[in-house]
Nanobody, 120 residues
Framework: QVQLVESGGGLVQAGGSLRLSCAAS????????MGWYHQAPGKQRELVATITRGGTTNYADSVKGRFTISRDNAKNTVYLQMNSLKPEDTAVYYC??????????????WGQGTLVTVSS
């Protein structure tokens, strides 16, 4: 069973920064693309950023130039550095990973979410 454990959420003032981390644990054949999504109250879950195993990144337009996604393949960990935070960034942030399990089946795995609150 592969698990994703997020950390780093919290309360920050507008203009501030936070760094989220997500570590994958458990038995797996390979860890492919990883990403971050967020879900604000009353809204659908939306993509924030993704990164392939080789380091190719993709960002939502709303976070380009402010957020940076990175990963450490040796640690099976993905990070999200969030700068110049805005109140509209307030949401639960979820980590996502594409995992090839030991049975060689591909499945997407989600973390439990971490709350980011940006005060004005």
């Amino acid at each position: 069973q592969v698990q994703l454990v997020e950390s780093g959420g919290g309360l920050v003032q507008a203009g501030g920064s936070l760094r989220l981390s997500c570590a994958a644990s458990g038995s797996m054949f390979s860890l492919n693309a990883m990403g971050w999504y967020h879900q604000a109250p009353g809204k659908q879950r939306e993509l924030v950023a993704t990164i392939t195993r080789g380091g190719t990144t993709n960002y939502a337009d709303s976070v380009k130039g402010r957020f940076t996604i990175s990963r450490d393949n040796a640690k099976n960990t993905v990070y999200l550095q969030m700068n110049s935070l805005k109140p509209e960034d307030t949401a639960v942030y979820y980590c996502n990973a594409g995992v090839v399990h030991t049975d060689l089946r591909y499945r997407e795995v989600w973390g439990q979410g971490t709350l980011v609150t940006v005060s004005s």
